[in-house]
Structure formats: structure tokens, C-alpha cells
């Protein structure tokens, strides 16, 4: 698909990855519908972008289905049509336990993780139909192809999402001009990353150096989605993990215990001592 005057819905647009992919599309000379909870940080995309006539801001949570399914009626008012659907937006799980996480950050993270884009994908899906051609992207991560200690309901969550996203492009391939793209990305240096660094008591400067510029990734997105590719891995250490996984699932596991797990189990060895 040619990126030239098709109108993108972008969620998470408010910041990070989100904004990047705002922004690139833009750039690319698309009108973009830009979804996020913080209608704040959606102002500031919009006064970043290169051309602020494409761009209209919208706030909303993808984690309320019903808001959810009256957007694409904001999204066609403002822009006549819509030709694709980038789900960007999710949250983080603190580096913690399945023992010390509760149930109500468990129950968000399911929520905006993965039921977030479920919901957006249903509510768009009909739309895209519609049109010559029409792409989904879906945001899933390096924790559903490993697992990282502390990140479990988060690992899960975009786990789930990718198994969704594959599945999705399976019941459209060959019924439908709509493809499906699932990206998993490493570490990306956004605010989301910056705290769970600080929460493992690493130097900024050391894990900024080992993440990828959200303005890098989000032109790979951008361009995976728009030659249809069905999965797409970026960032070394999300590519260094798919390799060594497809050979041994227990040796990726033991790198990314030794990698992070240390730092996330003393710290709540140490707390468990001190209460």
C-alpha cells in the first residue's frame, strides 16, 4: 500500500512509539487519527507533527470497549474513510512477581494489552473491508517471545495479542485485501523504558545505549506494514532471542534470567528481609 493521502488511525499516539509512527506516517504525506488516553500528550504530537492539518487528536481509552465502538464514527466525520489501523498503545508491568502483582494492575494490563486492540481491530475491521486495500498493525513484544523476569502478566498479555494477530491475518489471507502485520520489538528507549531501567537500578546511559530510537522503529514499522510483511522482529536483542529460541527454548530462557532476572529477584529478596 502507497502511504500518500490514506488516512492511518494510530492509538498511543500521545508519546514514544505511538508518536513516532504519528509522525512518519505524516511525513510520508498520510492523514493520521491520533488515539490516546492523555489528551495532553496528544496536544504535543500534534504541534510536533510536520503538517498539523493531518493530524487530528482524539482521546480515548481502548481499554472501554463501548468508547472503543463509536471511534471509528469520530474517525470517518473527521476524515471520510479509513484505510488503516496501527495498535500501538500499552502499558508496562512494574518489574514484579506474579505474587506481588495485584489483581486490579493484572486485570489493566489483560485490558489494555491485549483487549484494547482486540476491541479496536473489531470496531475498524468492518471499515477497512470497505476499501481497496487495508492494513492492521499490531504491537505485541519481545516478552512473547521470551520470558522476562518480573514481566509475566506482561509477557502474557502481548503474547495473547500476538496469537491473535496471526490468527487475524489467517481468517483474512486470500478472503480480503487487508493485511495483518505483528511487529515485536526490543527494547525501545521511551519513557516505558526509562522507568523499568530505573527500576532495575541500571545506568540510564547504559540501557539507552542498548535500546532502539523509537524514530528508528517506527519507520521499520511503517514500512513492514505497508509491504504487508506478516511478522517482523526488530531491535538486536528481540532478533538475538528469536535465533537462540528457535534452537532451545531453556537456553533463551536462562539468558534472560541471567540478563534481568538477578536484579528483579534480589530486590525483592532484600525487601522480603527487611519487612
Known amino acids: 500500500m502507497q502511504v500518500a493521502e490514506k488516512v492511518f488511525v494510530v492509538t498511543g499516539a500521545g508519546n514514544g512509539i505511538g508518536r513516532c ?19 495532553q500528550a496528544l496536544a504535543g504530537t500534534a504541534g ?31 476524515h ?15 518489574l514484579q512477581t506474579i505474587a506481588d502483582l495485584g489483581d486490579t494492575r493484572i486485570e489493566t494490563l489483560m485490558q489494555v494489552n491485549f483487549f484494547g486492540a482486540v476491541w479496536m481491530t473489531r470496531a475498524f475491521l468492518p471499515h477497512l473491508l470497505q476499501r481497496p486495500a487495508g492494513v492492521v498493525l499490531n504491537t505485541s513484544s519481545l516478552s512473547a517471545i521470551v520470558p522476562v523476569p518480573g514481566s509475566a502478566v506482561y509477557g502474557a498479555s502481548k503474547a495473547a495479542l500476538a496469537l491473535y494477530s496471526y490468527g487475524l491475518a489467517q481468517d483474512l489471507r486470500g478472503r480480503s485485501n487487508v493485511t ?5 520489538p526490543g527494547s525501545v528507549w521511551t519513557d516505558l523504558v526509562r522507568k523499568v531501567s530505573q527500576q532495575m537500578g541500571a545506568p540510564e546511559n547504559v540501557a539507552k545505549a542498548f535500546s532502539g530510537k523509537p524514530e528508528t522503529v517506527a519507520r521499520r514499522i511503517v514500512d513492514a506494514t505497508m509491504k504487508g510483511r506478516g511478522r517482523v522482529v526488530i531491535g538486536k536483542d528481540a532478533r538475538v532471542y528469536d535465533v537462540v529460541r ?26 522480603v528481609r527487611h519487612r
Open 21 to 39: 509512527v504519528a509522525q512518519e506516517l505524516i511525513d510520508r504525506g498520510a492523514f493520521v487519527a491520533g488515539a490516546d488516553l492523555d489528551e
Open 180 to 184: 495483518v502485520t505483528t511487529v515485536l
Open 48 to 78: 510536533l507533527v510536520s503538517d498539523s492539518s493531518r493530524f487530528t487528536a482524539h482521546t480515548l481509552d481502548i481499554a472501554d470497549r463501548d468508547a472503543v465502538a463509536t471511534f471509528p464514527a469520530t474517525v470517518l466525520a473527521a
Open 246 to 271: 528457535r534452537f532451545s527454548t531453556r537456553a533463551a530462557d536462562r539468558l534472560s534470567y541471567l540478563q534481568v532476572g538477578h536484579a528483579v529477584y534480589r530486590k525483592r529478596t532484600d525487601a
Open 80 to 94: 471520510g474513510r479509513v484505510d488503516g489501523l496501527f495498535n500501538i498503545a500499552g502499558i508496562a508491568q512494574e
